[in-house]
T-cell receptor, first 118, second 113 residues
Framework: AQSVTQLGSHVSVSEGALVLLRCNYS??????LFWYVQYPNQGLQLLLK??????LVKGINGFEAEFKKSETSFHLTKPSAHMSDAAEYFC????????????????FGQGTILTVHP | DSGVTQTPKHLITATGQRVTLRCSPR?????VYWYQQSLDQGLQFLIQ???????AKGNILERFSAQQFPDLHSELNLSSLELGDSALYFC????????????FGSGTQLSVL
């Protein structure tokens, strides 16, 4: 079974500073990995995903994440934080059935609330 | 706007009651997923339907059931409600069975008093 651990339930940065949100996963098969963002009173929105191929994945709003198999990590970064980045961020891994086909069952981490100070 | 519509947005009910949450997926999407978000359990996958058929099941209680209708909208039925069922229930949709990208609705906030 897959699992996801997000290190740090709250992260606070200054506007313009580097954003680093940590995610480690556990999976018995090659994982599909995702980062979602949730703004207040809204549903989740996909930031980026890793399935196969290039391990550095670029997403929306200037975010990127790097899949590191040896470290079982998929940390999310953004070089310069903006006030509009304040939200809750979720890392997720997909539940893969035999044969490597994903069937929509995401296991989410507990979430990291990002606060951006002026 | 994700294109996924959930109704109602808020629901307040009493223990022991039964409620129905409704979800309309994005136009053309065949898969519907239900997730529960609570403070203690976080985001948990409940169930997935694809083109009317159950496709995957998570930690869904026996008191809960779901279905997807021919027009592809889905309903999540929660019965014999308990205080612990209070949560935000999300519906998501995707084009197919592979969850390469899920589009989430804004959720139904259920409060059981």
């Amino acid at each position: 079974a897959q699992s996801v651990t997000q290190l740090g339930s709250h992260v606070s940065v200054s506007e313009g500073a580097l954003v680093l949100l940590r995610c480690n996963y556990s999976s018995s098969v090659p994982p599909y990995l995702f980062w979602y963002v949730q703004y207040p009173n809204q549903g989740l929105q996909l930031l980026l995903k890793y399935t196969t191929g290039a391990t550095l994945v670029k997403g929306i709003n200037g975010f990127e994440a790097e899949f590191k198999k040896s470290e079982t990590s998929f940390h999310l970064t953004k070089p310069s934080a903006h006030m509009s980045d304040a939200a809750e961020y979720f890392c997720a891994v997909s539940d893969l059935e035999a044969g490597g086909t994903s069937y929509g069952k995401l296991t989410f981490g507990q979430g990291t609330i990002l606060t951006v100070h002026p | 706007d994700s294109g996924v519509t959930q109704t109602p947005k808020h629901l307040i009910t009493a223990t022991g009651q039964r409620v129905t949450l409704r979800c309309s997926p994005r136009s053309g999407d065949l898969s519907v997923y239900w997730y529960q978000q609570s403070l203690d359990q976080g985001l948990q996958f409940l169930i997935q339907y694809y083109n009317g058929e159950e496709r995957a099941k998570g930690n869904i209680l026996e008191r809960f059931s779901a279905q997807q209708f021919p027009d592809l909208h889905s309903e999540l039925n929660l019965s014999s409600l308990e205080l612990g069922d209070s949560a935000l229930y999300f519906c998501a949709s995707s084009a197919g069975t592979a969850n390469e990208k899920l589009f989430f609705g804004s959720g139904t906030q259920l409060s059981v008093l």
